[in-house]
Each structure stands twice: as C-alpha cells, then as structure tokens.
C-alpha cells in the first residue's frame, strides 16, 4: 500500500487481465505472419560474454541467479529451481556467453534452445511472458539474430521472427504493466529494439520512444544517478542505454534526445561510484562488477568527465584525499516501487586505499534467499546498529516496508580537509532514537575521525560495525581500545575508539558475483556506563606495522 497510486492501478489492470491472456482466444489477437525480413541492419550485442560460462551452457550447465543447474528438465522450470534462476534462463542473457564461445556448437545449442522456448512457451504464461522477462528476451533475440540465424534453416528463422513480433505485439499492448524502475526500462527497451528491426515495426517504436522519454525523466536524477540508488543497477542501465544508442544509429534513426542526455548525466556516476581498484561501491544490492566492463562502458558513453564529489539528489558523498578514497551512502532509501534493491545501510562508508579495499559493506547475494535478506541487513553494512535491529524493515522479497525518512546531510570543505555531519530517524520508530554520524578526512588522507551518538528514547544497546576486506590482516591491541590493520600493498593501519571496546568478529564478503569470502569485522560495542551514547573514533596511516 506504500506504492503510488498510478503503479498500484497499473498492477491490478495488469492482473485483471490475465485471464484474457491465458485464453485460448488470445493468440487471434497476435500476429500470425510476418511480411518480410527484419531491417537489413540489425545491430549486434556490443558486449563481450564469458566463454567459460558458455562451453558450461553447452555442457548442460546453467549457472545463473545465483544457482547452478545441471541438466535442467524441463529447461524452464525444473525440479528445485529458485525464481531468480527460472527469471535469468528465460532472459536469454546468456545468449552472449555462448557467441564467446563461437563456433558451430555454440551456434547450435543457442538454436536449439531459442527454438525449444518457442515450442514450449507459445501459449502466455505469467513468467516467460512477464513483460520485464519478455523485454530482456527480445533484446537479446534481437542482437543476436545474426548468431541464431546465420547457419539456421528457413524454417527456424520464420518461428523465430513470428515469436518476436507476437513478444513485441503483446508487450506493446500490455506496458507499463504496473512495472517500475530498471525492470521497465528493460521491458521498454525490448519493445523499442523490436520496433528498430522488425517489419511495420514503426508503432512499437513510436510507443517504445514515448515511453522510455516518459521513464528516463523521471528514473535518472538531476545529478545523474538512478533512482533504485543501486551502483550495479546504475551501471547496468547505463550499459542499456548505449546499446540503445548504437541499435538506433544501425538502424538509421536519430537517437532520441532523452537517451543522450541520460548516458551523457550517468558516465560520470558511474565513475563516482568506482573504488581504486576500478569496481563499483557495494551499496543497495551491488556486487564490485568487472573493472575491464567498467572502463569499456564508459567509453562507449563518451564518459571522459572526472567524477563529481557529491551526488546530493542521489544521496551519496565522495571523500578523496591523497591515496584515501571514502564513498558514503548519506540519503534516504529509493522511493516505495524503486525499493527492490534497497539494503538497511544508511550512512553506511567504505574505504578503500589506493587500489587496496580496507572497510567495506558485505555486498550483495545473486539470488533472494537467506544470504541475500542477510546482506540487505544493517548489520552488513559499516555503519552503528541498535539492539541488533535493522534501520529498515522488509517485505519478505521485495522493497521496504519502514526505514528512515529523514536522512540529512552537511558536506564542508576547508584547505583540503573534508567534514561530512550526516542522521538519520530509522531508529526513530522503534526506539525514538536518532543517528548522528561524523566523518572528517584530512588533506593528507592519512587521518580518518569519525563520532557517533545516539539521541533520543531509553538508552539501547548498540555497536558499531566495520566490515573488512577479506584481504586485510587484522589483530586487537591496547587492551581492546586499538585495531592494527595491515593491507594486501603493504600498508598499515592503526584504529582507535573512546566510548566503546574493540572486538573482531567474523564476517562474509560478497562483493564478486557468485563468490563468498570469510573475512573479519571490528566491532565496537558502546559503554552504557558512559554519560552519553556517543563513540569517538580514528583510522591512521602508521609508518612502521607493530
């Protein structure tokens, strides 16, 4: 109920229609033929896949969402499959993994699965034909209809280009299908890839165009990020859309101006987002991703500018100095419908130096199981918990059922040194308590300080978690008031605390897709003895490791 109004009509139109769709009458309405070939430019995937996950597909070996099948029977939905598996094999975003591939076995295993959906999948059903699913599909389809078609027979290429115009027709008349967010714009890119190649595709296009202009106004903010305030989802979006530009200039139309505009405010976001070491900030749901693919989407975005220091609409900070980088998430959670991605990690930091990550958030789990309703969790996060509770409460799969509403932040700069004083009121509803955060980084970006307090309502227990990368050595001194870190370059490291007593802790990291690595996590567990609920902090570059 959370939802604006116009998504929750959109939701339920949708749903009241799906007994027309189930209908066995409903395929008069499709197309029954396609008049002619597709465009004679059709525009190819412009991403590289993995050719090691490709020869697995063609083992028989679907690794995807977070799970890994062998032999799947039926392919769609067998026995034991998660949601985020059944979602990822329809998608057909693997198709790129098998062109990496190459060869003829590739080519036929690509054949014959794509022909095998057709077989199975002519008839509407709510998975294979939910729109964000069929959109991905199309794409895919699409950019690869050379690699499908080239060595096919005609009759192959006939059911394939009738399954995509009878996609596209029923995904024209059914969007925006209560979607939002990423998965509307990737049913819409569907939609609009079709309307490029596709015979008297001309009405998808238009509709395809309207809507996606509608949805980049409102989905990419002012300072250029995206809503969802996922970096992953940012940098796959932004990787849409320069697929889109190049599928429009194949085709010889003008690339529509919403969409330049969009990938020309989001390539420095992206960058804002980047580590030392080239991958993305673990913030709401984001793994590190391939810093090679990084670099290649920003230059085929033209993404040359240095990125920004804040992204204040998006709710991020930015605190560089010398080798010392800090990203800080300092805004609210993504408005209700944007919230999919959402983790309770507000005013959460990760710090990295040069290209050696030191404190981290614990990443995200490819599929929605346990692992991935613990990362979402407050106490995966760097930043304080009270009483073990998180900042923001969930539903059970999906976006957020309470978290913090006023989020506020105060950047100030002075001959180099940075101070950011940030609360936040997740705490409010629970205990009537509020955050405050303090962080100031020196010019040297040798000296990090941080204080945290608490205010408001019966004093609670709470801690302060620091989350370690799996490659940093860590051990307890002076009598729990130290922590000497040393990183994987050489580096050392010393943490102190007032207010609280330091203790390690084990912990998980999640920052590489499909990947889970112990690590270490400072722990500092505030005094209640104390006047106030506050613990002072610091991080310092030590010149000789003790």
């Not at 009738?162 to 890119?189: E, K, T, W």
């Not at 507000?346 to 404190?359: C, H, K, Q």
């Amino acid at each position: 109920m959370r939802l604006p109004r116009e998504l929750q009509m959109q939701r339920l139109w949708y749903s009241l229609r799906q007994p027309l769709f189930k209908s066995r009458f409903y395929r008069l309405w499709l197309p029954s033929r396609v008049a002619g070939a597709p465009g004679p430019a059709i525009s190819s995937d412009i991403w590289p896949g993995n050719a090691e996950r490709g020869s697995e597909i063609i083992q028989g070996t679907f690794a995807m969402g977070g799970q890994t099948v062998r032999d799947p029977g039926p392919v769609w939905d067998p026995v034991g499959a998660t949601d985020p598996w059944r979602e990822a094999v329809q998608s057909f975003d693997w198709l790129r993994d098998l062109r990496a591939v190459s060869g003829e076995s590739a080519r036929r295993a690509a054949r014959e699965l794509v022909g095998r959906w057709i077989a199975d999948n002519s008839r509407w059903s709510p998975l294979a034909w939910r729109p964000d699913i069929l959109g991905r599909r199309l794409t895919a389809w699409i950019l690869h209809y050379e690699f499908l078609g080239a060595a096919g027979d005609a009759l192959f290429r006939g059911r394939l280009l009738l399954s995509i115009a009878q996609q596209a027709s029923h995904l024209a008349r059914v969007l925006p299908a209560g979607l939002s967010g990423s998965d509307l714009l990737y049913a819409i890119a569907g939609l609009t890839h079709a309307g490029l190649v596709m015979p008297r595709g001309g009405p998808w296009l238009r509709r395809g165009v309207i809507l996606l202009s509608h949805e980049l106004a409102r989905q990419v903010l002012g300072d250029g990020g995206h809503c969802e305030r996922s970096p992953s989802v940012h940098f796959d979006i932004l990787r849409l859309l320069v697929g889109l530009r190049v599928g429009f200039g194949t085709a010889n139309h003008s690339v529509p101006e919403p969409i330049s505009e969009s990938i020309a405010r989001m390539a420095p976001l992206l960058r804002f987002f980047e580590h030392g070491d080239g991958g993305l900030a673990l913030f709401n749901d984001s793994n590190e991703e391939e810093d090679w693919l990084i670099d290649m989407v920003l230059a085929r975005a033209d993404g040359k500018g240095l990125s920004p220091k804040e992204a204040p609409v998006s709710g991020f900070q930015r605190l560089g100095a010398g080798r010392t980088l800090l990203l800080v998430d300092a805004g609210a959670p993504p408005l209700p419908g944007f919230d999919r991605h959402a983790h309770a990690g507000t005013l959460s930091f990760e710090m990295s130096v040069g290209r050696d990550r030191m404190i981290v958030n614990c990443g995200a789990h490819e599929g929605r199981g346990e692992w991935w309703t613990a990362q979402r969790a407050t106490a995966a996060h760097s930043t304080l918990v009270v009483n073990d509770t998180n900042a923001c409460v969930f539903a059970a799969d999906t976006g957020l059922v309470r978290g913090p509403v006023n989020v506020i932040c105060r950047r100030d700069e002075s001959d180099g040194n940075v101070w950011l004083e940030m609360s936040h009121d997740g705490y409010a509803a629970p205990y009537g308590m509020i955050h405050h955060r303090r962080l100031y980084l020196t010019a040297g970006g040798d000296d990090l300080r941080g204080e945290d307090r608490i205010d408001g309502g019966t004093p609670q227990p709470f801690v302060l978690r620091f989350h370690l990368h799996p490659d940093v050595n860590v051990s307890v001194a002076q009598n729990a008031q130290a922590a000497i870190l040393k990183l994987p370059g050489g580096g050392w490291w010393r943490m102190r605390a007032k207010g609280g007593t330091i203790s390690l802790a084990d912990s998980i990291y999640m920052g590489k897709r499909g990947e889970a690595r112990r690590s270490q996590q400072i722990v500092v567990t505030a005094d209640l003895s104390a006047k106030d609920s506050t613990i002072r902090w610091a991080i310092t570059r030590e010149d000789v490791g003790k």
